[in-house]
């Protein structure tokens, strides 16, 4: 029985000792390139070097090893096409049966700090095209990109002396994913455009989930290959797996407390809504105030903090059913504190909010949008009563955590708590009346008002008036500002326009 031939060429090379010995005792020969020959070597296996294959040498500083007819005519060549089995033979090129590479790691690089010529080093040619060229010709060609594959190749070789043509078929489709993937991380290395003609997206999954956002739903989890960024690489100290709902409020949770770069500041986050934010001079002060705001709604809820949690802050974490504590760090006395509640989910957050992009999916399409990282440097009183400076500090406040609620947004404030937020109402006095009502509940001082986008009409003033609201702040540009503006006036009701309108939809 004549020999099948496997070409081997690997960055990774965990497990391929096993599985070439395999290969070998199966009656494969086994070609191999550079360090990959020399590992299969040194185990004590017999491989052919890849110039004795081609007739040339590697040259190009290792650029130039595989592209050559031996090896993709071995690849292509239709086996039951007499013609091509004519010219493979006066050509003297041999078949090739299985090919096992996985890439130059481009993606561990792209998003590291050395140079771009360093980066387009780690560029691979070689094996995409020894890998393109051998899923095309799945009926014959078995490729292999992933080490988590050998186990099953190994079985089916074992039980009938080769891999199904259904096998071949997947693992075609494997290659075609992974080189897709590995282009568009080049591209976007490359291509400096927002908005290119075509979006690449290259994102490699982390996990399955347990379901998305109902159980009937499946999901996925997966992060991208060209960027960093705060749900991407932190770390898990304690607690069950996540979910897919975890993530989305995480994400949300950990933008809010972005916001305030120069304050301990805490956020409480309950089906994608901010249900509590405070700024404070120490890390329990700071959750205390929080979890003032809304001490109903955080049950069953997450917890974002942008500073190290201590034990007294722990401690009080404790006391309450959360979903997930999320944090900078945590000292030891604080994570023995959290871990006694087995289930909680207690999370490290390494990396700043960076995504540049929202991508929202809708059936057939996809919108792409910067995110929403603005904040207005032309803030203007438009009354003729002037905020005091504390009432401004209280506004902007307001405002900062206003972004981040559902359209229609209100937050109502004290300037250290969002204690009334009201969102996600298909009209802004209902948004409002439900803020104002949930913040006097809680508070007796002075309020003021944050809106995401313009009153339409003056009805939003006047129920600030009526309910003793001390300031508001807005983004103005309503045709009928003017209403709002002398509304104010009347109730002596100091309204500041930012310019720039926050929707979220």
């Known amino acids: 029985m004549s020999k099948k031939r496997a070409l081997i060429s690997v960055s990774d090379k965990s497990g391929l000792v096993e599985f070439a010995k395999f290969l070998e005792q199966n009656n494969y020969e086994l070609i191999s390139t550079g360090g990959t020959f020399k590992h299969l070597k040194d185990a004590g296996l017999t491989p052919v070097q890849i110039d004795e294959v081609t007739g040339f040498p590697e040259m190009l500083d290792g650029r130039v090893k595989t592209l050559h007819p031996k090896v993709h005519g071995g690849l292509l060549a239709v086996r039951d096409n007499d013609q091509h089995m004519k010219t493979v033979q006066e050509h003297g090129i041999g078949l090739i049966d299985m090919v096992i590479v996985n890439l130059y790691p481009f993606f561990e690089n792209a998003n590291s700090g050395i140079s771009l010529d360093e980066k387009v080093e780690f560029i691979d040619i070689g094996g995409p095209s020894m890998l393109r060229s051998g899923a095309k010709n799945f009926k014959s060609v078995t490729v292999v990109t992933n080490v988590e594959d050998y186990e099953k ?27 897709s993937a590995y282009d568009a991380a080049i591209s976007k290395m490359l291509l400096d455009e927002d908005y290119p003609q075509y979006l690449n997206a290259s994102y490699k999954k982390v996990s399955d989930l347990r379901y998305g956002e109902n159980p009937h739903q499946t999901a996925a989890y997966y992060v991208s290959t060209t960027e960093s960024g705060a749900m991407k690489d932190f ?45 404070g001079n120490s890390p329990l002060e700071t959750y205390q105030k929080t979890f003032d705001c809304d001490p109903v709604s955080i049950f069953g809820g997450i917890v974002g903090m942008n500073f190290k949690v201590d034990a007294a802050t722990a401690e009080e974490l404790h006391k309450t059913f959360l979903e997930i504590v999320m944090a900078t760090d945590f000292d030891d006395n604080a994570l023995e504190i959290l871990r006694q509640k087995k289930n909680l989910r207690i999370i490290k957050i390494k990396n700043p909010v960076s995504d540049p992009q929202t991508w929202v999916k809708i059936d057939g399409g996809i919108l792409v949008q910067d995110n929403d990282h603005g904040f207005s440097n032309d803030i203007k009183v ?27 947004a209100i937050v109502v404030s004290n300037g250290i708590q969002a204690l009334g937020i009201g969102g996600g109402q298909v009209n802004r006095i209902w948004a409002t009346q439900h803020a104002v009502e949930r913040a006097k509940e809680k508070f007796k001082g002075d309020l003021v008002l944050a809106s995401d986008a313009f009153f339409p009409f003056r009805d939003v003033v006047d129920f600030c008036a009526k309910e003793g609201i001390k300031a508001i702040i807005q983004p103005g540009g309503s045709v009928k500002d003017q209403d709002s503006i002398d509304a104010a006036n009347e109730h002596q009701i100091p309204m500041m326009f930012t310019g720039m309108r926050h929707f979220l939809h």
């Open 153 to 179: 190749i190994m079985q089916e070789i074992a039980e009938t002396g080769n891999t199904t043509l259904e096998t071949r078929k997947q693992l075609a489709g494997k290659v075609f994913n992974l080189t």
């Open 235 to 279: 770390e898990i100290l304690g607690g069950k797996e996540l979910s897919f709902n975890n993530l989305r409020d995480m994400d949300l949770c950990w933008k809010v407390v972005n916001e305030f770069k120069n304050e301990l500041a805490c956020c409480a986050v309950k089906h994608s809504t901010p249900c509590g934010v405070a700024i």
């Open 382 to 408: 438009v009354t003729e009563i002037q905020p005091t400076e504390e009432k401004k500090k209280a506004l902007l406040f307001a405002q900062r955590v206003v972004k981040y609620v559902k359209s229609n």
